[in-house]
């Protein structure tokens, strides 16, 4: 497919699963990608990410950015946009998942985790704007978890994507006279090794769905794919859930 060729994006916490599917899919709808990982040990993982992306003819590189440093997540945006030479498509991926009651978050948890979740997608999408085109896109990878809540032990994590429901809606309105689209994707249930489909929960969270099995991270790709592609045109402000039919 070559609906995005010529077109250069930047995805966060790109090097495995959700990230990764959204990087290797963007790839092969003709986009050169650039794209974030946190730390020293997830270097192999985002140099396979590169090979396969470069083995599809395509451009790609890596960055090592934590979510939680604004200055990092500033300069990855700054760096995708120069050494690609443009930038069109933001994917705030970057995330994680903090479990555990309410009474046991500690404040440096909550801090880290409101940075990676909220923080960096403000951040990263102030510096894009300064290079996206009009016929920009602004993608954040939220939760099903924000706007049903099945289970505890997840106040930290649901708060935090929340922030991301306020972001699109807002930055929606605010770019749409630039021609830019904001929207978020909310994966339910996606097999990763974040969420198993073999793990502890993974029955549990497929009876929770009304087709009865998890995501795929190329699912949540096709999604995002669509959102920065011609079909996307003139879908922004919005909030699209693939969970299955949890949230139904």
Known sequence: MTELL????????????????????????????AFTY????????AEAVVADVEAAGRRAFAIQADAADADAVR???????????????????????????FEDVTPEELDRTLAIHARA?????????????????????????????????????SMSKSALSGFTRALARELGPRGITVNAVHPGS????????????????????????????????????????PGGRTITGTEVTVDGGTNA
């Open 38 to 45: 946190v730390s020293p040990a997830g270097k192999a993982k």
């Open 121 to 157: 997608a403000f951040v990263a999408g102030q510096a894009a704007v300064a290079h996206l085109p009009r016929g920009g896109r602004i993608v954040s990878i939220g939760t099903n978890l924000v706007h049903r809540v099945p289970f505890g032990g997840i106040v930290l994590y």
């Open 190 to 229: 996606t097999d990763t090794d974040m969420n198993p489909a073999d793990g502890d929960t993974a029955d549990f969270q497929r009876g929770m769905s009304a087709l009865g099995h998890y995501s795929n991270a190329d699912d949540i790709a096709a999604t995002v794919a669509h959102l920065v592609g």
């Open 6 to 33: 010529g077109k250069a994006a930047l995805v966060t916490g790109g090097s495995r699963g959700i990230g990764a599917a959204i990087v290797r899919r963007l790839a092969r709808d003709g986009a050169d990608v």
């Open 75 to 101: 300069e990855s945006v700054e760096r995708a946009a120069r050494e690609l030479g443009r930038l069109d498509i933001l994917v705030n991926n970057a995330g994680v998942y903090p479990y555990g009651p």
